[in-house]
């Protein structure tokens, strides 16, 4: 599926806080504070190393799949045996609500694998859905998917906290960590989510949240695959518990959130190795044929590298995106493969 240039160009808002670092809040700058609203520069400064697009409209004919009626929904309601066009899913995560899509050939007798959307900051899950184009393709592979909404900032941008930089400039302290936990209990409350495969997929902000969420809650999720977006500067603190898979996809020309990283994040290269790591991999890569993601840069630009042997029969790879940017033109074989590599992850 072709995505609407006015679609691609919404997506530019998922920039705006991509140098966020999520390194030690003792040795992070104070690049938290949001930017002068007053300001008429096209671009607002989030760093000393980074320029980020204004927000842009989007059309309203774009659907944002992570609206949903003001009133929360009970999460004591009995689960949906029977859906359709007359019964649709019902919105989940009590005041930050979300509706579930749930596979064309959904019955609860069959376990189902769950993916949560993660947007980029000023993104929103619809439009991130629709960039993705993950639910399109999980009515009919057979997943539930998610893509909420973080919550909106002084700025009026939504974000998720995906560590002390990235991205709640408002310093407000959310547990994202806890919501997204609290949708993946509801969904499996109400339908039957299969708990050896629950994955999440993030751009930006989203990826960066995405890391969080493999070190913050482990035993949760399966595998996450993070796009332009990087893990904490140690693993260190995180919380015990099984192995992750991780993917990594990143530009070498993203210059919101750097390929080699900065000062105060640990770039593509390093997450990867970090992970390989604290999983226990094999230190030699596989190296695979180079593959053609990305529209808008001339032949196979994805060079994909793969770490094996690591613990519980998790994998680590790194999808370097060479003359990549920070939003790559993806191309339906990239929307393809990139769940054909999360389907076939498990605990």
């Not at 309203?60 to 944002?64: C, E, K, Q, R």
């Not at 992570?66 to 009970?74: C, G, K, L, Q, V």
């Not at 993806?330 to 605990?347: C, K, M, Q, S, Y």
């Given at each position: 599926?072709?995505?609407?240039?006015?679609?691609?160009?919404?997506?530019?808002?998922?920039?705006?806080?991509?140098?966020?670092?999520?390194?030690?809040?003792?040795?992070?700058?104070?690049?938290?504070?949001?930017?002068?609203?007053?300001?008429d520069?096209?671009?607002?400064?989030?760093?000393?190393?980074?320029?980020?697009?204004?927000?842009?409209?989007?059309s309203?004919?774009?659907?944002?799949s992570?609206?949903?009626?003001?009133?929360?929904?009970?999460s004591?309601?009995?689960?949906?045996?029977?859906?359709?066009?007359?019964?649709?899913?019902?919105?989940?995560?009590?005041?930050?609500?979300?509706?579930?899509?749930?596979?064309?050939?959904?019955?609860?007798?069959?376990?189902?694998?769950?993916?949560?959307?993660?947007?980029?900051?000023?993104?929103?899950?619809?439009?991130?859905?629709?960039?993705?184009?993950?639910?399109?393709?999980?009515?009919?592979?057979?997943?539930?998917?998610?893509?909420?909404?973080?919550?909106?900032?002084?700025?009026?941008?939504?974000?998720?906290?995906?560590?002390?930089?990235?991205?709640?400039?408002?310093?407000?302290?959310?547990?994202?960590?806890?919501?997204?936990?609290?949708?993946?209990?509801?969904?499996?409350?109400?339908?039957?989510?299969?708990?050896?495969?629950?994955?999440?997929?993030?751009?930006?902000?989203?990826?960066?949240?995405?890391?969080?969420?493999?070190?913050?809650?482990?035993?949760?999720i399966?595998?996450i695959?993070?796009?332009?977006?990087?893990?904490?500067?140690?693993?260190?603190?995180?919380?015990?518990?099984?192995?992750?898979?991780?993917?990594?996809?990143?530009?070498?020309?993203?210059?919101?959130?750097?390929?080699?990283?900065t000062?105060?994040?640990?770039?593509?290269?390093?997450?990867?190795?970090?992970?390989?790591?604290?999983?226990?991999?094999?230190?030699?890569?596989?190296?695979?044929?180079?593959?053609?993601?990305?529209?808008?840069?001339?032949?196979?630009?994805?060079?994909?590298?793969?770490?094996?042997?690591?613990?519980?029969?998790?994998?680590?790879?790194?999808?370097?995106?060479?003359?990549?940017?920070?939003?790559?033109g993806?191309?339906?074989?990239?929307?393809?493969?990139?769940?054909?590599?999360?389907?076939?992850?498990?605990?």
């Open positions: 599926m072709k995505l609407p240039a006015l679609l691609l160009s919404a997506l530019l808002l998922a920039a705006a806080c991509d140098t966020a670092d999520t390194a030690d809040t003792a040795t992070a700058p104070d690049t938290a504070t949001a930017p002068d609203s007053d300001s520069s096209d671009t607002v400064s989030v760093s000393d190393t980074v320029s980020v697009s204004d927000t842009v409209s989007v309203d004919s774009v659907s944002d992570a609206a949903a009626p003001d009133t929360a929904p009970d004591a309601t009995a689960p949906d045996t029977a859906w359709g066009p007359n019964n649709p899913p019902q919105p989940i995560g009590g005041d930050r609500p979300v509706t579930p899509v749930l596979p064309d050939a959904y019955t609860p007798d069959t376990a189902w694998p769950l993916v949560i959307v993660l947007h980029g900051y000023t993104a929103s899950g619809g439009v991130q859905d629709l960039y993705f184009g993950t639910s399109e393709r999980g009515r009919e592979l057979g997943f539930i998917t998610l893509a909420p909404n973080g919550l909106v900032d002084s700025k009026g941008n939504h974000y998720w906290n995906g560590g002390p930089v990235c991205c709640d400039f408002d310093h407000t302290g959310v547990d994202d960590v806890a919501y997204i936990t609290g949708l993946i209990d509801e969904a499996s409350t109400l339908w039957h989510v299969d708990p050896k495969r629950v994955y999440l997929i993030g751009h930006s902000n989203g990826a960066f949240m995405a890391h969080r969420m493999a070190c913050d809650a482990p035993g949760r399966t595998a695959a993070a796009l332009a977006g990087v893990s904490l500067t140690s693993l260190a603190s995180c919380e015990a518990g099984p192995p992750v898979s991780i993917l990594q996809m990143h530009g070498t020309l993203d210059d919101s959130v750097p390929y080699q990283g000062p105060y994040s640990p770039g593509a290269e390093a997450t990867v190795q970090l992970r390989v790591a604290s999983n226990h991999c094999s230190p030699t890569a596989v190296v695979g044929t180079p593959r053609d993601y990305d529209d808008s840069v001339p032949g196979a630009e994805t060079l994909p590298q793969r770490w094996d042997g690591c613990d519980a029969g998790t994998t680590v790879e790194l999808w370097q995106m060479n003359g990549t940017v920070h939003l790559p993806f191309n339906d074989t990239w929307r393809d493969e990139v769940l054909d590599w999360l389907l076939a992850r498990t605990r």
